[in-house]
């Protein structure tokens, strides 16, 4: 009596040579779908916030960070 992988053919994942094929179109729609959604996640966060810093460094950043707190603190008080 043979056992279900020795009717599907002796494969490890026990998949048939057409189940195999089936199963790796998705996975590869599931990863090219997921990759391009991270690609326009990161473009956008670029777009919010750079990365790297501009001509003047992180100076600016800091600059910008303080003008925030100066204006937050002026309206709690």
Known sequence: MA???EDR???LSGLTPAE???FHRFFIQG????????VIAHFLA?????W??????YSMLIDGTKAVAHTAMTMLT
């Open 31 to 38: 990863f090219i779908g997921f990759t391009v959604v991270a």
């Open 9 to 11: 053919g002796g494969s």
């Open 3 to 5: 056992t279900g992988s």
């Open 52 to 57: 790297l810093p501009g001509p003047n460094g």
């Open 46 to 50: 670029w777009l919010w916030r750079p």
């Open 20 to 22: 195999a094929r089936e």
